[in-house]
């Protein structure tokens, strides 16, 4: 058994990069944008690919598990672990290449998903998938949790758009993933052809919204064209550490329009959500009444939708067919941004009760069928209120077949049938108070559903060495 001191000491002799087991370090990473709070053992900061193979063999030599670790924004506990945390922001940030012709970029783990859309931008083009925490979360951690995003209605996840991974395995065995199996890890083909059935029988067919963890493994089949990048999408650093990856960009639209639809309430809203669809939306983010308070520039309504359209022309032609209470149309980009505020803000606001007293997260990324979502919410308020608690729903998701479900918004994949069931995802941060009263802070309750596909928590330094990371969920 090697001791943290002795581990430290290694990792020191064989890395370029920092090496801190100090008690700073070790809380800064033992937590995330979560609940939870693991402490790991220690933390490295690789300097390249070299390093990172390193600390991966070293770690898989002491038995001890790997957290690699981006932007540290997940809401799960993804990017916490109790062995040595891999910090990839430090040094492994760069935007090595990007050819607007292509429409490619290089990138390394550790850089910020502003960078690259910045660096974008004046080529007219975009990196599609943009959680709300763009400014912050790294290309590394998308591809660890497969994030989404608003406009992944028009353009997928993250899985959707890479081409390529560069991933060091625990144990340091480094491999190229793209389409086919040259460059994968030798067992995998043979792992799959023996378990063929399983893939095409035992994937939540029909299912959409596999997003974290091994819900993409369905790309390996010969029919899906063995897309081996894709099915490591969403892995959560437990099947290796990218160290670099091409990715694919796509047009922006030039002047989009954001349509803003006012409904009864948010359950009316999630009801008429699914149909707009069919209009090739770049979004469909729903927001509840206690979320938005009396944020300006919204049309009457207790429930919103918004929906981004491509130009002004496609934004009020929605806005005629659809059935609203009410509606604006917002085309300019200061009055769009600061609509979008509201919906970047939310997990932050939505932390704190009207009255002031705390709220936690509780209940993420529900998937449910499209169809469904009103009734569900209405089921879900009844819910709360039977167990005296409240919550404050938003960013309701739409996504027709996808394959990720980890995010609050409405989305549908490019290219499928906008009639095709799709799971949307609904975020509630509840008060931990029976009967809250304005000011209250409760103790300590708090929950967590399990309606990612969670299949709840992995013990750390499991037995499976494919596995690189500590304890995190399985969802
Ligand atoms: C307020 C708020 C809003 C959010 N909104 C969205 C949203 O709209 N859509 C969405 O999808 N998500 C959303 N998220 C979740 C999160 O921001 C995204 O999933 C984001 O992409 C995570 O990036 P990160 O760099 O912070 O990754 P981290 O949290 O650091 O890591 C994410 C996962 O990837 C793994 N990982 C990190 N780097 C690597 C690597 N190099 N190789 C392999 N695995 C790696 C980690 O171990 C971890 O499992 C939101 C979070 C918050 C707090």
Same mark, same amino acid.
């Given at each position: ?12 002799? =064989? ?12 809380? !800064? ?20 690919? #070299? ?14 598990? %790997? ?16 062995? %040595?945390?891999?910090? !990839? ?6 935007? $090595?290449? !990007? #050819? ?12 910020? !998903? ?14 599609g998938p943009d959680p709300s925490m763009h ?9 660890? =949790? =497969?994030a989404c995003g608003a406009h992944s209605v028009a353009w997928g996840t993250?899985?959707?758009? $890479? ?7 625990? /144990? ?22 023996? =378990? ?9 067919? &029909?299912?959409?919204r ?7 493994? #369905? ?5 899906? /064209? ?14 290796? %550490?990218?160290?670099?990856?091409? $990715? ?5 639209p030039?002047?989009p329009a954001l349509a803003v639809l006012g409904y009864?309430d948010e359950s009316a809203a999630a009801d008429a959500a699914a149909a707009l669809l069919?209009f090739g939306p770049l979004t469909v983010e729903g927001m509840a009444a206690d979320l938005v308070?009396?944020a300006?520039g919204l049309p009457?309504g207790g429930g919103w939708l918004f929906v981004e359209m491509r130009?002004? /022309?496609?934004a009020?032609?929605l806005v005629?067919?659809a059935?609203a209470?009410?509606s604006v149309v917002v085309?300019?980009?200061?009055g769009q941004r600061a609509l979008w505020r509201i919906r970047e803000d939310a997990a932050?606001t939505a932390?704190?009760?009207?009255? &002031? ?7 993420e990324d529900c998937a449910v069928?499209p169809?469904?979502l009103g009734?569900?919410l ?14 404050t729903p938003y960013g309701t998701s739409a996504r027709a077949?996808s394959?990720y479900g980890s995010t609050s918004t409405w989305c549908r ?9 799709s799971p949307p995802t609904w975020r509630t ?26 299949? &709840? ?19």
């Amino acid at each position: 058994m090697t001791s943290p001191g002795e581990l430290e000491r290694t990792l020191r002799e =064989n890395l370029r990069g920092e090496v801190d087991f100090g008690a700073a370090a070790r809380a !800064l990473a033992t937590m995330d944008a979560s609940n939870y709070r693991r402490v790991p053992v220690g933390v490295a900061r690789p300097r390249d690919a #070299d390093d990172v193979a390193a600390a991966l063999r070293i770690c898989a030599e002491a038995g001890v598990p %790997v957290v690699p670790r981006g932007g540290g924004t997940s809401i799960a506990g993804q990017a916490t672990g109790v062995g %040595v945390v891999l910090d !990839l922001t430090r040094h492994m940030n760069a935007l $090595v290449s !990007l #050819d607007p012709a292509a429409r490619t970029a290089v990138v390394q783990p550790g850089l910020v !998903l502003d960078r690259l859309r910045g660096a974008a931008r004046p080529h007219g083009l975009t990196f599609g998938p943009d959680p709300s925490m763009h400014s912050r979360c790294t290309l590394g951690g998308m591809i660890g =949790n =497969n994030a989404c995003g608003a406009h992944s209605v028009a353009w997928g996840t993250t899985a959707d758009n $890479v081409a390529e991974l560069a991933v060091t395995a625990y /144990g340091g065995a480094s491999y190229r993933l793209g389409t086919g199996w040259a460059g994968a890890p030798a067992g995998l083909r043979e792992l799959v052809s023996r =378990n063929l059935a399983v893939l095409r029988t035992g994937m939540a067919g &029909g299912f959409s919204r596999r997003i974290s963890g091994y819900g993409g493994l #369905d790309a390996l089949l010969p029919e899906r /064209g063995v897309e081996v990048a894709r099915a490591f999408c969403g892995s959560e650093g437990t099947l290796g %550490v990218v160290t670099e990856a091409v $990715v694919r960009l796509v047009e922006a639209p030039r002047a989009p329009a954001l349509a803003v639809l006012g409904y009864a309430d948010e359950s009316a809203a999630a009801d008429a959500a699914a149909a707009l669809l069919g209009f090739g939306p770049l979004t469909v983010e729903g927001m509840a009444a206690d979320l938005v308070g009396s944020a300006a520039g919204l049309p009457r309504g207790g429930g919103w939708l918004f929906v981004e359209m491509r130009d002004e /022309g496609a934004a009020r032609s929605l806005v005629r067919a659809a059935d609203a209470v009410d509606s604006v149309v917002v085309t300019d980009p200061a009055g769009q941004r600061a609509l979008w505020r509201i919906r970047e803000d939310a997990a932050g606001t939505a932390t704190r009760m009207p009255g &002031g007293g705390m709220a936690w997260p509780g209940w993420e990324d529900c998937a449910v069928p499209p169809a469904r979502l009103g009734a569900y919410l209405r089921e879900f308020r009844a819910l709360l209120a039977q167990h005296g608690l409240r919550g404050t729903p938003y960013g309701t998701s739409a996504r027709a077949a996808s394959t990720y479900g980890s995010t609050s918004t409405w989305c549908r994949r490019r290219g499928s049938p906008a009639s095709a069931p799709s799971p949307p995802t609904w975020r509630t941060w509840w008060s931990p108070t029976a009967a809250p009263s304005p000011g209250s802070t409760g103790t300590g309750r708090r929950g967590r559903s399990s309606c990612r596909g969670c299949t &709840g928590r992995r013990s750390s330094g499991s037995s499976a060495r494919t596995r690189t990371c500590g304890t995190r969920r399985a969802g």
